[in-house]
């Protein structure tokens, strides 16, 4: 910490007021937040001012591929205990949704941030941050995005030496490939649900072992770290073996070994578990998800799932059959363009409820479900799924811009 005095030179500062001057312009005509571009902006007229605007913050980063804008929540509440933060909460998190977050937070002591896993090894030579979580790695974005492996290379080589502190999930051998470069590594037992991802050593290419909740390569010997921090049911252990609860508004297993990550990053800043935990219980849904809204006289969950690991972890938390499920998967830019990713899924999970299927995609989605022996029925829009669905609440599962669609559809 380098104090309160001004890090902002004349140039920063012309970047920061023309950033949000564009962001209030493109806010004002009805086009998102935007964050994304007036950051662009500010960026353009000072390429050095993400490092300026992170210099007097201590700085948290979080990558993963799935659960990245909950456990950014979940920290940044924690952290709240111990002074002011700045977060990009909605979830723009490349370096231009980035810089325009922090350029919002002049009074904070604490950037809580959360990284596309492309842009994490530069956001991380910018903001110099004191701790960076790493949760998952798994298929996402199949047009675009690179391999798994290659993402781990690209997290191992740019944390190779880092300063900070990272908080890793041993249960996934990517993550901990990746992070095994780096000099100062917490590991947190956080669990994977999704193995697919994750049967070859990145090490070495050999064969994964995986007896029981263990993991090592039979081949040069690459295998899980002992680790400090442990999801064990309802309770985070912490490494002197206490027992902390979890209580939280979200639901999941998945959110549980969120708030166990969570728990480690705010012990690196000082913050006791007990503490931490109990701020976490504020959150009660995250840009939108697990949000509960009315529409059309029905109660609809709102449930994102932008990819195969994260559809498993979302079969796992509905209610049980005969709860309708409507299902909605587009393939715009943001979400990747290629859909063969829903050929991934186990969609035998939904066996028992009635399906309704909707989004740009639907013909696509049919036909996965066709494959897989379910019952559904194709509908125009979220109007006719709800008209059509039988009695009692219904859970709605989304890929990113479908999402989207549906919450400025029901007024969420």
């Known amino acids: 910490m380098s104090g309160n005095s001004d890090p902002l030179t004349p140039r920063a500062k012309l970047a920061v007021t023309a950033g949000k001057a564009v962001a209030a312009a493109s806010r004002a005509a009805g086009r998102g937040s935007g964050s994304v571009i007036g950051g662009r902006v500010a960026l353009k007229l000072d390429p050095d001012l993400l490092a300026r605007l992170a210099q007097n913050l201590d700085v948290v980063?979080?990558?993963?591929?799935?659960?990245?804008?909950?456990?950014?929540?979940?920290?940044?509440?924690?952290?709240?205990?111990?002074?002011?933060?700045?977060?990009?909460?909605?979830?723009?998190?490349?370096?231009?949704?980035?810089?325009?977050?922090?350029?919002?937070?002049?009074?904070?002591?604490?950037?809580?941030?959360?990284?596309?896993?492309?842009?994490?090894?530069?956001?991380?030579?910018?903001?110099?941050?004191?701790?960076?979580?790493?949760?998952?790695?798994?298929?996402?974005?199949?047009?675009?995005?690179?391999?798994?492996?290659?993402?781990?290379?690209?997290?191992?080589?740019?944390?190779?030496g880092s300063k900070a502190v990272i908080v890793a999930n041993c249960d996934d051998p990517l993550v901990v490939w990746a992070a095994s470069s780096s000099p100062n590594v917490i590991w947190v037992a956080a669990g994977q649900m999704w193995k697919d991802d994750a049967w070859s050593c990145p090490s070495c290419g050999g064969v994964m072992q995986r007896p029981g909740d263990d993991w090592f390569c039979g081949e040069c010997g690459f295998r899980r770290p002992t680790p400090s921090w442990a999801l064990s049911g309802d309770h985070v252990l912490d490494p002197h073996g206490s027992a902390w609860p979890i209580h939280l508004q979200l639901p999941g297993r998945a959110n549980k070994a969120n708030a166990a990550s969570s728990a480690a990053v705010a012990a690196v800043f000082g913050v006791p578990p007990q503490v931490a935990l109990e701020r976490m219980y504020q959150v009660q849904a995250v840009a939108g998800r697990y949000d509960v809204v009315q529409f059309q006289g029905r109660d609809l969950r709102l449930l994102l799932a932008k990819n195969p690991a994260g559809w498993l972890e979302t079969f796992s938390l509905i209610d049980p059959p005969p709860t309708p499920v409507i299902l909605s998967v587009n393939a715009r830019g943001a979400d990747g363009t290629d859909t063969s990713w829903l050929w991934d899924v186990d969609y035998t999970r939904l066996t028992g409820h009635p399906i309704f299927v909707i989004g740009d995609r639907k013909l696509d989605l049919a036909v996965r479900l066709e494959v897989a022996n379910q019952h559904f029925q194709v509908c125009e829009n979220v109007d006719q799924a709800v008209q059509m669905c039988p009695p009692g609440r219904i859970e709605v599962i989304a890929n990113y811009t479908a999402f989207q669609d549906l919450r400025r559809r029901v007024g969420n």
Do not use: F, H
Request: aromatic share 4%; charged share 20%; hydrophobic share 45%.
């Open 61 to 160: 980063l979080v990558s993963a591929t799935n659960g990245k804008t909950t456990t950014t929540r979940l920290i940044a509440e924690a952290l709240r205990a111990a002074g002011p933060v700045v977060s990009n909460a909605l979830g723009a998190n490349m370096p231009a949704g980035i810089t325009s977050a922090l350029a919002g937070g002049s009074e904070a002591r604490y950037g809580v941030i959360e990284v596309d896993e492309k842009y994490l090894a530069g956001v991380a030579r910018d903001t110099a941050p004191k701790c960076i979580a790493l949760l998952n790695l798994s298929r996402d974005q199949l047009d675009r995005a690179a391999e798994t492996r290659m993402l781990a290379e690209n997290w191992r080589e740019g944390l190779a």
